[in-house]
């Protein structure tokens, strides 16, 4: 079974949770707002994936930090503001077989497949 964490008005999430329900993957979907975040799943999230890939840049909360929380990101800041605000996790992510796959894009429908 497939784990997915995301958040349930995501787009992209909804998208995904779609697909694999059309393609009959058995899976269980974890909300951040609603469910929460460990610190363990980001920190084995970054081992497994990397932090550059998991955190999402591009959105909304990102933008709304401080220049002082952007500046000088490393892998302990990012896992902290990660887990302070699980919506700059780059969504969706999956979790199977000690496998992170991040995104959902064609290479990630890919590696969903294999």
Known sequence: MIA???I???DTCRKALKWLEAEGVEYRFHDF???GLEVTA???WVQRAGWEKLLNRRGTTWRNL???EK???DEAKAKALMTDNPTLIKRPVFEFD???VIGFGATEKAALKA
């Open 42 to 44: 980001v920190s084995r």
């Open 98 to 100: 000690e496998e992170v």
């Open 71 to 73: 500046d000088e990101v």
């Open 4 to 6: 997915v964490y995301g």
């Open 66 to 68: 401080s220049e002082g």
């Open 8 to 10: 349930k008005n995501c």
């Open 33 to 35: 707002r609603i469910d």
